[in-house]
């Protein structure tokens, strides 16, 4: 099973980051019974939990972006005046 990142994980709320942690269990028991099969359907239902959190944490790198852009703008325009 592969986890998601532990930036991925810290957006989840904290119902989705209850089923993560049990899929996650129920997905790594498959595996140590080598039902490799029956463990990618719950690693896809995994991928398809954590895709919110992802454009969470997306969406905060663009407003940290946007928050750059406006700053480096205000310091340039500041040089200029000076």
């Known amino acids: 099973m592969r986890h998601c990142s532990v930036q991925v994980r810290g957006l989840l709320t904290r119902d989705e980051r209850d089923r ?3 899929l996650m269990d129920i997905g790594q028991w498959l595996e140590l019974q080598r039902e490799y099969d029956r463990a990618s359907v719950i690693q896809r239902e995994v991928d398809r939990l954590v895709a919110p959190a992802i454009e969470r944490l997306k969406e905060k790198g663009r407003a940290r ?3 750059t852009i406006a ?3 205000e310091k340039s325009e500041g040089e200029r005046t000076q």
């Open 20 to 22: 993560y942690e049990a």
């Open 65 to 67: 972006d946007a928050q």
């Open 71 to 73: 700053y480096v703008q």
